[in-house]
């Protein structure tokens, strides 16, 4: 913004110069323009400290972003050792109680059958 300012007033001035007649500026004049030039470059070195903090910011976001994909892919592998285990742990068909049971007294009726034939 300064650099381009400042191009435009030594624009403007070669310009006024070459197809014109002289030109004097008063002394207010002079001042006013002063004060507009500092205005300008006061902006401007807050927007380039603006524009710093904002980069900086981005830099931060850039860096929080990567780490929420790494947590994110973690939590993606636990879930999925998770599942597994589950189904690792799951009880199957032949730990049903009633099989277990029912067998108990088929066993347990078979040894007293058996030990009733014996003499």
């Known amino acids: ?20 007649e002289e030109l004097t500026l008063t002394e207010d004049q002079v001042n006013s323009l002063y004060n507009q030039i500092t205005e300008c470059q006061k902006a401007d070195s807050l927007n380039t400290n603006y524009i710093k903090l904002l980069e900086a910011q981005q830099k931060e976001l850039t860096l929080l972003n990567s780490d929420f994909k790494l947590k ?15 189904k690792e742990i799951s009880p199957k068909w032949y730990d049903n109680k ?22």
């Open 1 to 20: 913004m300064k650099v381009f300012f400042n191009f435009y007033i030594f624009i403007y001035m070669i310009m006024s110069f070459g197809f014109s």
């Open 72 to 86: 994110i892919e973690n939590l993606d592998k636990q879930i999925l050792l998770q599942e597994d285990r589950i």
């Open 98 to 119: 009633w099989i277990w049971f029912t067998l108990g007294i088929i066993t347990t009726s078979g040894a007293v059958h058996l030990a009733g034939q014996i003499d």
